[in-house]
């Protein structure tokens, strides 16, 4: 449905409205509102008004309801909201017993006596489009190539498109009576008559054809002509209410306008703009409001001295927890303007914000206008270029470019020296495909940056967590099981009930080495052969006899090749041995010393039911390789059962975190992570397993970029002992610990630094 105009909500009477339905209806079921109107509006407004009431009886007339509460609690949100900022309700539906009002995406229906009418739109279904564009002197402007050929309102298009369907539907009712006729005849006249009335099938169908892509023209050019409509008041101003924000002193009349392509998310670049600025605000606050009390968020926004840009909540789905500061500010836009794209106009000192229709304005790839080597699609047909976009996409940056257009036509926000048109070069509009921020790949992407970082940890080095830390099998009835300790140390069930929070700095608690050697068998064909002797049971009856299979083995020279078998060793100790030092043959002595294990083996291979003894081999013993060492690292992780040691006392148990849930900040700085929020370029960072987005990343660089800010205020106190420091001195001493293995600065090792880096 569309807006039909503007309106404001009388709150004392809505309320009135809403204590007189809740209290006096159950008395006076033959009062209610809601059986009074049901039947008097449209079905899609009373379905709309039964979804905003409470049923709690039943009368002789319909259902007895009253207002939901938390409904009268939204439209209380949003009244205040439209009340401080000077907005209305948009009126979408309107007679002498109900009226249908819209803010953002909370849509509902009230007694018309309760709501003021600000502004009616005027009804132009009657109005051919060239008299609509003649009215506000913009004939000659804009995309009209329909309004050339066809000088029609849009009910004359309407009529014509309905008369059009009757001539279809007429046809169709022939083809059937056709249809019919032949049935009734086909058994006495079937060759002849399917003959006939074959050739005159073909010549309706025919037609049928013909007036069906009728039908898709004059679709389209319906398309075309309400594009059109809108765009005319999207230039009147009338589709989008400018607030200001700040006010003073505007910029030269001769400077440009700056018209920035790109889209700018709020999800991403209130991250980014917490990671680079001092923020301590107030985490409550409307976007509205930051923009006027933060003048690096205005320059970030709006760059330019007179510029334009453009705003939404997030690419695809918002995300209200990803930073404390901002959360609620995401969650209060989304609730006042759903997924409405954000106009910015800022002149000089002047700022001003308004917000489009999202039922007309729509453009997924963030991108307003193509850049000059692009060829845009056309409204009518939208395939062209070197991409494709739908027609509705196109239609939408066609009413920005409108709303645009009349801003500047107006010019009661924006003064240029003449009335220029932004689609057409002058020396006034610049089209800028920069979004404020310069490239940068001093460092490589950010995925490069954590690989190379990622030394071995230490005990105490620090854990960023990445995600919410449980057993492997926290949901099913296994980790229950006694001798179950998954993720844990030793067999004694630990773990079942511990956890590690997401997006927690942690200490690595334990580190457990494990080494790996293999020991090497070379594999000799073994012949087996079988021996059967007779007997008789001690019992027997009837002459039953028994028999005894005996094998035999006979080792040969035939090497079939190499056998190898694993043994592992938990920190150089071996049943209670310690292997330090040893080589891999001693380590397999003493292996072989306490597990009595044979330098030949004879091994006797037999499928299942079958007395093959083909595949048979022995082993001789070769040599003992040394493989590798795998870490296993441990976080000291809270149980939830409190009683675990009797005390009442908080218990832990430690967990092993794998490379891909943590993020280690021993080795990074905040310059590296300044510059991975500042570039974007997260180049494939894997949590979980999962490879994930810029937006997804931010509340994790956020978080470690404030505890290693922390790190490097102590780094610096110890370093400005002993020499002078200079701009990116962080990555210099990253680099330098990564390169000594020093896990943390000392005060012997900051003297170390400053006499290699002191000149720098």
């Known amino acids: 449905m569309n807006v039909i105009g503007k309106a404001t909500l009388n709150w004392e009477k809505y309320t009135e409205y809403v204590q007189r339905e809740t209290i006096n209806v159950k008395e006076h079921p033959e009062d209610s509102w809601y059986l009074d109107i049901r039947y008097k509006v449209p079905h899609e407004v009373e379905s709309i ?58 849509v509902v229906v009230v007694p018309s006596y309760v709501i003021e ?108 002509l309400n594009t059109e409509i809108y765009s005319i008041r999207c230039f009147m101003g009338e589709t989008v209410d400018f607030i200001p924000l700040t006010t003073g002193a505007y910029s030269k ?37 930051m923009l006027k009390s933060r003048p690096d968020l205005r320059d970030m926004f709006v760059p330019g001295n007179k510029c334009i840009s453009l705003v939404r909540a997030a690419h695809n789905k918002i995300r209200y927890c990803e930073s404390k500061q901002i959360a609620n500010t995401l969650k209060k836009y989304y609730v006042y303007h759903a997924n409405k794209v954000g106009i910015l106009v800022r002149d000089g000192e002047n700022l001003w914000i308004g917000w489009t229709d999202q039922d007309r304005i729509d453009i997924p790839d963030g991108n307003v ?71 940068d790949d001093r460092y490589g992407t950010f995925s490069s940056i954590v690989e190379r970082t990622s030394a071995p940890l230490q005990k105490g080095d620090m854990l960023l967590t990445t995600l919410s830390i449980k057993r492997d099998d926290a949901y099913s009835d296994k980790k229950y099981r006694a001798w179950d300790n998954d993720r844990g140390r030793g067999a004694y069930n630990r773990t079942y009930d511990a956890s590690i929070p997401n997006r927690s700095i942690e200490p690595v608690n334990l580190i457990d080495r494990e080494k790996i050697y293999e020991i090497i068998y070379k594999k000799y064909k073994l012949i087996v052969t079988e021996e059967s002797s007779e007997g008789k049971f001690i019992d027997g009856t009837n002459g039953a006899k028994s028999y005894t299979i005996t094998t035999h083995t006979q080792r040969t020279q035939e090497y079939l ?23 891999p043959e001693e380590v ?16 006797v291979v037999q499928p299942a039911f079958s007395n093959n003894y083909d595949s048979s081999y022995y082993t001789v013993y070769d040599h003992t390789e040394y493989v590798r060492e795998i870490r296993h690292n441990y976080i000291s992780a809270q149980k939830s059962d409190t009683n675990f040691r009797g005390d009442g006392k908080d218990a832990y148990a430690n967990m092993e975190v794998f490379s891909d849930e943590y993020l280690n900040l021993t080795f990074l700085n905040s310059v590296y992570l300044l510059y991975a929020i500042q570039n974007r370029n997260i180049g494939g960072w894997v949590r979980g397993g999962q490879v994930v987005s810029y937006a997804d990343s931010i509340p994790y660089l956020n978080k470690a970029l404030e505890y290693i800010r922390e790190r490097e205020k102590d780094e610096a106190e110890l370093l400005e002992q002993y020499m002078d420091l200079y701009d990116d001195w962080q990555v210099d001493l990253s680099e330098w610990r990564l390169a000594h293995n020093y896990h943390r600065l000392t005060d012997t090792r900051a003297q170390k630094f400053a006499r290699e880096f002191k000149k720098k």
């Open 117 to 224: 009418k600000v502004m009616e739109f005027e009804n132009v279904d009657d109005i051919p489009v060239n008299e609509l564009r003649n009215r506000i002197g913009a004939a000659d402007s804009g995309s009209h190539e329909v309004t050339q050929k066809y000088d029609l309102s849009r009910n004359q298009m309407k009529n014509k498109i309905s008369a059009t369907q009757e001539k279809i539907n007429k046809k169709q009712a022939e083809l059937e009576q056709l249809e019919k006729e032949k049935k009734e005849e086909l058994e006495r006249f079937r060759l002849e008559l399917e003959k006939k009335y074959q050739s005159k099938m073909d010549l309706m169908n025919e037609k049928q054809e013909e007036l069906k892509q009728q039908m898709e023209v004059l679709n389209r050019q319906m398309f075309l």
């Open 588 to 603: 397999y002595q003493l292996y072989k010393k306490r597990y009595y294990i044979q330098d030949v083996n004879e091994q």
């Open 49 to 106: 008004v039964w979804s905003c009431m409470r049923k709690i009886d039943e009368f002789k007339n319909g259902p007895i309801a009253i207002p939901k509460e938390e409904i009268v609690e939204e439209i209380k949100k949003h009244q205040q909201y439209l009340t401080s900022m000077n907005l209305y309700w948009d009126l979408m539906f309107y007679n002498s017993d109900a009226a249908e009002i819209r803010s953002g995406e909370l």
């Open 253 to 289: 009349v001769t400077d440009p306008l700056v018209v920035y392509q790109k889209i700018r998310y709020l999800d991403e670049e209130l991250g980014k703009w917490i990671s680079i600025y001092d923020v301590d605000g107030d985490d409550t606050a409307l976007f509205e409001d």
């Open 369 to 439: 206008f193509y850049r000059p080597e692009t060829k845009e699609s056309s409204i009518e047909d939208s395939k062209g270029g070197q991409r494709t976009s739908t027609k509705e996409e196109t239609a939408s940056r066609y009413f920005i470019f409108s709303i645009l257009q009349g801003l500047i036509h107006n010019g009661k926000l924006l003064h240029l020296p003449e009335d220029v048109q932004i689609s057409k070069p002058n020396p006034y509009i610049v089209l800028s495909m920069a979004d404020g921020w310069l490239e």
């Open 561 to 583: 090749g190499l056998e190898r078998n694993e043994i592992h060793i938990t920190n150089d100790k071996l049943d209670g041995h310690s292997i330090k030092g040893m080589t």
